[in-house]
């Protein structure tokens, strides 16, 4: 039976009240929850945004831009004066992984650096001949990958040295808007940790690469976990805020697992938006880490595992721009598993886990005269499916407990019948969590566990159960054989 967490009415929200800021690749997104976690209705706003990219890397955005977009957020939605001072914390989550060096009064002197930043690649390669990446993904839990700060900062030394000598600090994203707006750069423990440069068992910061990029320890903030949050500081501007607290930043990844229903180790979160993630929460750090998954410390006790794959709703919508579809795509993905269905390795934009082979490229096989566009649309689905599957496989070993997959995400609520295939295709059930905003949700439960720990949280909002069919299991065993050996092919070629 389908369970809700239904929004609510401003006079029926139980207090405390918390505002929870999403800083998404897309969107600055925030809005209030009450102590069960559900929205309160009307008191929502988004501010759409995008990334500055060029061919040579670069994706970046203006912190103070994005600054004030937070802003335009906190002003819509405190303004309605029956709040009061009913809101009790604010929280706050980010796109992870992101980079902007400030200087002693804290102003920014570079864009922010986005995940998607690939400038330092040549970085990354000096790293890896200099030190043991297999050693340095297992103190840290992430590879040497340009996504991460090592890299990054030993480009710049070269790129922009005059930067880099006159920055008196390297924040985050989120760090940065909560230094602009109450004085404190709080950066959460996921926060630091998807720099690359957090110890995940000591949750202290690695000397060696810290040597290797240069960096003094004490120009990154110290991570906090989310019971540490400061004393309220909100301009006399937002009045309703006169009494919140201000929660260390955290990474959307953390918050998405939270919001998804994804709180230990027996649910594992599958991410299901332009690209896609499979996360498990574990009690400590994985030992040993697989080489194909990362593992963040997200706080004391735990850590997330996981990996992200490049390809999931773009791949969709790729085919969709550029196949003649049928309107009856809801048939082509209920249809059974057919051996005539292209063999599809999805990969329009290179593979991150388990291989990280950035250069792969999509393959198609078993195309005939008689392929349509319907089948050749199954045949990315299901090779979307099988690239999560590989990711599955790799997390098995560190997460043996794992019962339930909860799927969230655009490409779920628009497709809901795609998840019989990943059900099908993994092995387990497949639960489809229908909420939206799942990470702006785990953002304010992550604070209302602070703030109201005894108040019961209104359960997740989800959709059916895809329970998977023997007959489809064996079929699709048989598919990703296939499909390994053409990656092996790929790779090796």
Same mark, same amino acid.
């Given at each position: 039976?389908?369970?809700?967490?239904?929004?609510?009415?401003?006079?029926?929200?139980?207090?405390?009240?918390?505002?929870?800021?999403?800083?998404?690749?897309?969107?600055?997104?925030?809005?209030?929850?009450?102590?069960? %976690?559900?929205? *309160?209705?009307?008191?929502?706003?988004?501010?759409?945004?995008?990334? +500055?990219?060029?061919?040579?890397?670069?994706?970046?955005?203006? !912190?103070?831009?994005?600054?004030?977009?937070?802003?335009?957020?906190?002003?819509?939605?405190?303004?309605?004066?029956?709040?009061?001072?009913?809101?009790?914390?604010?929280?706050?989550?980010?796109?992870? =992984?992101?980079?902007?060096?400030?200087?002693? =009064?804290?102003?920014?002197?570079?864009?922010?650096?986005?995940?998607?930043? #690939?400038?330092?690649?040549?970085? *990354? &390669?000096?790293?890896?001949?200099?030190?043991?990446?297999?050693?340095?993904?297992?103190?840290?839990?992430?590879?040497?990958?340009?996504?991460?700060?090592?890299?990054?900062?030993?480009?710049?030394?070269?790129?922009?040295?005059?930067?880099?000598?006159?920055?008196?600090?390297?924040?985050?994203?989120?760090?940065?808007?909560?230094?602009?707006?109450?004085?404190?750069?709080?950066?959460?423990?996921?926060?630091?940790?998807?720099?690359?440069?957090?110890?995940?068992?000591? %949750?202290?910061?690695?000397?060696?690469?810290?040597?290797?990029?240069?960096?003094?320890?004490?120009?990154?903030?110290? !991570?906090?976990?989310?019971?540490?949050? @400061?004393?309220?500081?909100?301009?006399?501007?937002?009045?309703?805020?006169?009494?919140?607290?201000?929660?260390?930043?955290?990474?959307?990844?953390?918050?998405?697992?939270?919001? #998804?229903?994804?709180?230990?180790?027996?649910?594992?979160?599958?991410? &299901?938006?332009?690209?896609?993630?499979?996360?498990?929460?574990?009690?400590?750090?994985?030992?040993?880490?697989?080489?194909?998954?990362?593992?963040?410390?997200?706080?004391?006790?735990?850590?997330?595992?996981?990996?992200?794959?490049?390809?999931?709703?773009?791949?969709?919508?790729?085919?969709?721009?550029?196949?003649?579809?049928?309107?009856?795509?809801?048939?082509?993905?209920?249809?059974?598993?057919?051996?005539?269905? !292209?063999?599809?390795?999805?990969?329009?934009?290179?593979?991150?886990?388990?291989?990280?082979?950035?250069?792969?490229?999509?393959?198609?096989?078993? *195309?005939?005269?008689?392929?349509?566009?319907?089948?050749?649309?199954?045949?990315?689905?299901?090779?979307?499916?099988?690239?999560?599957?590989?990711?599955?496989?790799?997390?098995?070993?560190?997460?043996?407990?794992?019962?339930?997959? =909860?799927?969230?995400?655009?490409?779920?609520?628009?497709?809901?019948?795609?998840?019989?295939?990943?059900?099908?295709?993994?092995?387990?059930?497949?639960?489809?969590?229908?909420?939206?905003?799942? +990470?702006?949700?785990?953002?304010?439960?992550?604070?209302?566990?602070?703030?109201?720990?005894?108040? !019961?949280?209104?359960?997740?909002?989800? %959709?059916?159960?895809?329970?998977?069919?023997? @007959?489809?299991?064996?079929?699709?065993?048989?598919?990703?054989?296939?499909?390994?050996?053409?990656?092996?092919?790929?790779?090796?070629?």
């Amino acid at each position: 039976m389908t369970r809700t967490d239904d929004d609510v009415a401003l006079d029926s929200a139980l207090d405390p009240l918390v505002l929870a800021v999403d800083i998404g690749s897309t969107a600055t997104r925030g809005g209030v929850h009450d102590a069960s %976690g559900r929205r *309160v209705r009307g008191l929502q706003y988004k501010v759409p945004h995008a990334f +500055t990219v060029a061919p040579d890397g670069t994706s970046v955005i203006d !912190p103070d831009q994005v600054t004030g977009e937070v802003e335009q957020v906190l002003d819509a939605v405190t303004g309605d004066l029956r709040l009061g001072t009913r809101i009790a914390g604010v929280a706050m989550d980010t796109f992870a =992984a992101s980079l902007i060096a400030v200087d002693a =009064a804290g102003r920014a002197l570079t864009p922010c650096l986005t995940y998607a930043d #690939s400038r330092s690649a040549d970085a *990354v &390669t000096a790293l890896r001949e200099e030190l043991d990446e297999q050693a340095v993904q297992q103190r840290t839990g992430a590879r040497l990958h340009t996504s991460y700060h090592a890299p990054r900062l030993r480009w710049l030394a070269a790129a922009q040295p005059r930067v880099v000598a006159t920055a008196a600090a390297w924040w985050s994203l989120g760090e940065y808007v909560l230094a602009r707006l109450v004085g404190y750069p709080l950066a959460g423990t996921s926060t630091v940790a998807w720099t690359g440069l957090l110890d995940r068992r000591t %949750g202290g910061l690695d000397a060696e690469l810290l040597a290797a990029v240069g960096i003094d320890p004490e120009q990154l903030s110290p !991570p906090r976990d989310m019971t540490e949050p @400061a004393p309220s500081a909100a301009p006399a501007r937002w009045p309703a805020l006169a009494r919140a607290a201000w929660f260390p930043v955290i990474t959307d990844g953390f918050a998405s697992n939270i919001g #998804s229903g994804a709180t230990d180790t027996t649910v594992l979160t599958a991410a &299901t938006a332009t690209s896609g993630a499979l996360r498990v929460l574990l009690d400590g750090p994985a030992d040993p880490l697989p080489t194909g998954l990362w593992n963040y410390r997200v706080d004391a006790g735990r850590t997330l595992l996981g990996g992200a794959i490049n390809d999931v709703g773009r791949a969709v919508s790729w085919a969709q721009g550029t196949l003649r579809l049928s309107s009856a795509l809801a048939v082509a993905l209920t249809a059974p598993p057919s051996h005539a269905t !292209p063999l599809v390795l999805p990969y329009l934009t290179g593979e991150r886990a388990p291989g990280w082979v950035g250069g792969a490229r999509a393959v198609f096989g078993g *195309v005939s005269a008689a392929t349509d566009a319907d089948a050749l649309f199954r045949g990315i689905v299901e090779g979307v499916a099988m690239t999560y599957a590989r990711v599955a496989d790799e997390l098995h070993p560190a997460a043996p407990q794992v019962v339930e997959v =909860a799927a969230a995400g655009r490409v779920s609520n628009d497709h809901p019948e795609w998840l019989q295939i990943l059900a099908d295709v993994l092995g387990r059930p497949v639960t489809h969590v229908t909420r939206r905003r799942a +990470t702006q949700r785990g953002t304010a439960l992550l604070a209302l566990d602070v703030l109201a720990p005894d108040v !019961p949280r209104a359960p997740r909002a989800t %959709g059916a159960t895809y329970e998977p069919r023997p @007959a489809h299991v064996e079929h699709y065993a048989g598919r990703r054989a296939r499909f390994a050996k053409v990656y092996d092919a790929l790779v090796g070629g």
